[in-house]
């Protein structure tokens, strides 16, 4: 029997697999991928880049791999992120300790041996005392529920499951698009030019904001490497995680002119500051967020040429920043060329996909290629997809049916020896994801070092701490506008089975708070935990 077994190679699994062996515990990382990365192993489609400033998303942890590795942008597209975590893997030695190309289809703890016992879909068998699930929050793609999809005889991709074997031709192409989150935004704007003729599924807009992306100069890459303790250190301070922390004043106390001050200079400024480094009013109050969404419209209505177009790009159903803000490069300016067009999904809907294209409620197109931008089964699909099973067999699908529940987002009451790791109810998803994964990771490695020298193999989770979290998560979305939104942020998904309501999938309280809560718990010697 191993003493743990990964599973997921992204940027959770990469870093959890190394403190692990650090620890010297005999560990191995499962992936259905065929190398590590995670996200950036899988999100192989045109304009895939960060939205996070590159230099925030590296790992903190190794002052070598710091001073080693250069991000040659800002905001660095997946090839490059890739790039960057092969190079971990390989400058850390892991990949002796990962298997890939295995699908693992359940896992079930056993109480006579305290282990988990790990089955691939080939066969493949795993057993191990602890178990780490690194399987991501936007790691289960899904499609939309349009009939016919399996009769189009063209070329159709999830953006998800990108060919990786081949170039997808773009020249001279009729293409679809389905599907405007961050995703489809990526890959509109970056596909415009190159294609025949594009038309735009769109079933909502999203508030979108310029990513002002550039390349990083000699003189800014030194900087950046002289300066990680700083930046570092900034992002251990905002709610997110981010170079981006809400301005402090309050909205109420400056002038108009000085908000728009604000709001232009934050418009123009790379990455989230558009989204995070304004007003906390704009996301509380319902009058300010209707001033800044109104700001927000004007700029689109400003760079989009057809006025009944920019109208349709403007999102209706909510206000700027309550769902995911896709930060774009020119993608309402896509819009201005002849050859490309927007259908509103939610005024003439599709009705099936034909062999040939796409027939909505009014009219029938013909496509080489349709692009489904249609997202993830956000939060717990991955886990949804594995028969995982605690203590007497108790099935953690069921146990989740009405939405995830969990201590701390780390651990599940039933379910011995499992660390989630970036899970649904983690400060990840809320936050810039690589800080958060890496509290969550060094927690967990420093967890299992306080079992070792304790001599305890089993934790789990009591069902009283559990049932607090749970009720703490719940209470931070009342009321809130992330309560109301459609969005995954709220754990809705109408292409799955019962997620078409809010479930609590999210620490909403900060990326510091969740950091606080986890080092009071392991500080009180791991309250709310059953220990043996
Ligand atoms: C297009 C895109 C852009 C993004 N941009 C940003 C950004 O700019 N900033 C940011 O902070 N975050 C961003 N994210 C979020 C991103 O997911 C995280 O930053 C991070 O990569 C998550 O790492 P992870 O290790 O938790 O999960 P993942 O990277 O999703 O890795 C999970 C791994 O688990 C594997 N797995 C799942 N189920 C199984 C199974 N049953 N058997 C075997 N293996 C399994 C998967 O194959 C996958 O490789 C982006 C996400 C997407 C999709």
């Not at 019962?498 to 986890?518: C, E, Q, S, T």
Request: with cysteine.
């Amino acid at each position: 029997m191993r003493d743990a077994v990964i599973i997921g190679a992204g940027v959770a699994g990469i870093y959890m697999l190394y403190r692990l062996r650090e620890l010297g515990l005999d560990t191995t990382t499962l992936d259905t991928a065929g190398g590590p990365g995670g996200t950036w192993y899988w999100n192989r489609y045109p304009g895939a880049r960060f939205d996070s400033e590159s230099y925030s998303y590296g790992y903190s942890f190794s002052k070598e791999i710091l001073e080693e590795w250069s991000w040659s942008e800002h905001f660095s597209g997946q090839p490059e992120t890739l790039r960057y975590l092969e190079y971990v893997v390989d400058k850390l030695d892991l990949r002796p300790h990962m298997q890939f190309g295995c699908q693992v289809k359940s896992a079930h703890f056993d109480s006579s041996e305290t282990c988990w016992n790990v089955e691939m879909e080939d066969g493949r068998r795993e057993k191990a005392r602890f178990l780490f699930t690194a399987l991501g929050i936007l790691s289960a793609a899904t499609l939309p529920r349009i009939e016919g999809r399996d009769d189009y005889e063209g070329e159709a991709f999830h953006t998800y499951l990108w060919p990786r074997d081949h170039e997808v031709e773009l020249e001279g192409r009729r293409v679809a698009v389905i599907g405007t989150g961050a995703t489809g935004v990526q890959v509109i704007q970056t596909i415009a030019p190159q294609v025949d003729e594009l038309v735009v599924f769109q079933r909502r807009p999203n508030w979108c904001a310029p990513l002002h992306n550039a390349p990083i100069d000699d003189e800014t890459q030194t900087r950046i490497k002289g300066s990680y303790d700083q930046i570092f250190g900034r992002m251990a301070e905002t709610h997110g995680s981010f170079l981006h922390g809400a301005d402090p004043r309050s909205y109420h106390d400056v002038s108009e002119a000085e908000r728009l001050e604000l709001w232009e200079k934050n418009y123009a400024s790379p990455g989230f500051g558009v989204w995070l480094a304004n007003f906390a009013e704009v996301f509380l109050e319902p009058e300010a967020n209707q001033a800044y969404s109104k700001f927000i419209a004007d700029k689109i209505r400003g760079r989009v040429d057809d006025p009944e177009t920019a109208e349709k790009l403007i999102p209706r159903d909510h206000g700027f920043g309550m769902q995911r803000v896709p930060l774009e490069t020119k993608y309402y300016e896509a819009y201005n060329y002849d050859h490309v067009r927007l259908v509103d999904a939610s005024q003439t809907p599709i009705v099936r996909i034909t062999r040939e294209g796409i027939q909505t409620s009014e009219e029938e197109f013909e496509f080489d290629l349709i692009i489904y931008a249609t997202g993830f089964d956000a939060f717990t699909g991955s886990y949804d997809r594995i028969d995982i099973r605690g203590v007497d067999g108790k099935r953690l699908a069921e146990k989740w049916a009405d939405g995830p529940i969990s201590y701390l987002g780390t651990h599940i009451a039933g379910f011995p020896n499992m660390f989630m790791l970036a899970g649904p109810q983690s400060a990840s998803a809320a936050s810039n994801f690589p800080p958060s994964i890496e509290v969550g990771v060094d927690w967990a490695a420093r967890f299992v070092e306080f079992m070792q020298s304790k001599g305890i193999t089993r934790v789990e989770a009591s069902d009283a701490a559990e049932g607090a979290w749970t009720k703490d998560i719940m209470a931070a979305y009342e009321g809130t506008y992330f309560a109301k939104a459609k969005s995954w942020f709220s754990g809705y998904n109408s292409n799955v089975d019962g997620h078409d309501k809010l479930r609590h999938v999210m620490f909403l309280g900060g990326a510091p708070a969740y950091r606080a809560r986890l080092t009071e718990v392991a500080d009180a010697g791991y309250e709310g935990f059953e220990l043996e």
